[in-house]
């Protein structure tokens, strides 16, 4: 059972549209991370949430957790070519960072 | 910054056969480390939790004798696939907790082949 949903599974847009990515899940979590992963490369992260409610920005991208802590969402502004990747939500249930847990995945692909 | 690093970055065997994959953490300590495979346009999924001095913890599913884990230093846990066949062909991700606080630092990924 896949603990966090991810939608969408993909996106295809042009340079300059915006759109959000949601991380769902009927589960707690202490924290959420999202990364953003590149072929054949390791996950990088982007930001961890920790408080329910929370904004957060970090250059055109704006990350906010859910007020009871079970959903996230990425909304990504003015799209480029270079936010093409796969974004991954990862929640931590037990507030150690003992275990993450991955969403399903979103693959972003932004064309000029 | 925390750096992980993975070694090989990409191996092919021959059906069989067993390989090493290790995982390094280069500038810090990390009483734990998660092994991931992750499969052609899917997610991770954590195959088991490497912990310092111990016994792996394996997630359901994931056959322990088969994928053996070896975290004997602070800096270094290993990855063996044993009798590997291509069906365990995909992208093995590590990553490490720091001793101190909660971050985890994720590898650059091993790309594991089985011919």
């Known amino acids: 059972t896949q603990l966090l949903e991810q939608s969408p599974q993909f996106l295809s847009i042009q340079e300059g549209e915006n759109l959000t990515v949601y991380c769902n899940s009927s589960s707690v979590f202490s924290s959420l991370q999202w990364y953003r992963q590149e072929p054949g490369e390791g996950p990088v992260l982007l930001v961890t949430v920790v408080t329910g409610g929370e904004v957060k920005k970090l250059k055109r991208l704006t990350f906010q957790f859910g007020d009871a802590r079970k959903d996230s969402s990425l909304h990504i502004t003015a799209a480029q070519p270079g936010d093409t990747g796969l974004y991954l939500c990862?929640?931590?249930?037990?507030?150690?960072?003992?275990?993450?847990?991955f969403g399903t995945g979103t693959r972003l692909q932004v064309t000029l | 910054g925390a750096v992980v690093s993975q070694h090989p970055s990409r191996v092919i065997c021959k059906s069989g056969t067993s390989v090493k994959i290790e995982c390094r953490s280069l500038?810090?300590?990390?009483?734990?480390m998660f092994w991931y495979r992750q499969f052609p346009k899917q997610s991770l999924m954590l195959m088991a939790t490497?912990?310092?001095?111990?016994?792996?913890?394996?997630e359901q599913g994931v056959e322990k004798d088969k994928f053996l884990i070896n975290h004997a230093s602070l800096t270094l846990s290993t990855l063996t696939v044993t009798s590997a066949h291509p069906e365990d062909s995909s992208f093995y991700i590590c990553?490490?907790?720091?001793?101190?606080?909660?971050?985890?630092?994720f590898g650059e990924g091993s790309w594991l082949t089985v011919v």
């Open positions: 490497s912990n310092e001095g111990s016994k792996a913890t394996y």
């Open positions: 990862a929640g931590d249930r037990t507030g150690t960072a003992s275990k993450l847990t």
């Open positions: 500038d810090f300590q990390a009483t734990t």
């Open positions: 990553s490490a907790r720091k001793v101190s606080g909660n971050t985890i630092y």
